[in-house]
């Protein structure tokens, strides 16, 4: 992910082998991550269980927040792709009880939003 990309506000993904081992602590014995996305110095990641947000704070970001949504809560979503003057595709997720989008994150145009859709499409079914 290019420094321009992360301070626009998309999202690249990342490596999932290696999401895998940074974040085995937070998995069941039988969660594997399925695709795994970077923003900056947030990530999310999409196992085969549940979304789970890694929200680092503060100055250091030594502070991380590790927000999980099974995907029995995924109500709806929606993917916009990228066009030829909007250079970012964007998800949004919403959760159950909520009329409102929980979640809004963008992409680069590089990321193939297809993909990240399949994968919701079939856990949340």
Not at 46 to 67: A, P, S
Request: aromatic letters at 12%.
């Amino acid at each position: 992910m290019g420094l321009l990309d992360g301070l626009m506000g998309n999202a690249s993904e990342v490596d999932v082998s290696k999401a895998q081992q940074e974040f085995q602590q937070l998995l069941s014995s039988t969660e594997s991550i399925e695709k795994s996305y970077v923003l900056i110095r947030d990530m999310f990641l999409f196992t085969n269980k549940r979304l789970i947000l890694v929200d680092k704070q503060g100055m250091t970001g030594k502070k991380v927040e590790y927000f999980s949504i099974p995907y029995r809560a995924i109500s709806r979503f929606s993917i916009e792709t990228a066009g030829h003057f909007d250079y970012d595709a964007e998800l949004k997720i919403w959760v159950s009880g909520n009329p409102t989008p929980v979640i809004q994150k963008k992409f680069n145009k590089k990321l193939n939003i297809y993909e990240l859709q399949s994968v919701l499409a079939e856990y949340c079914a």
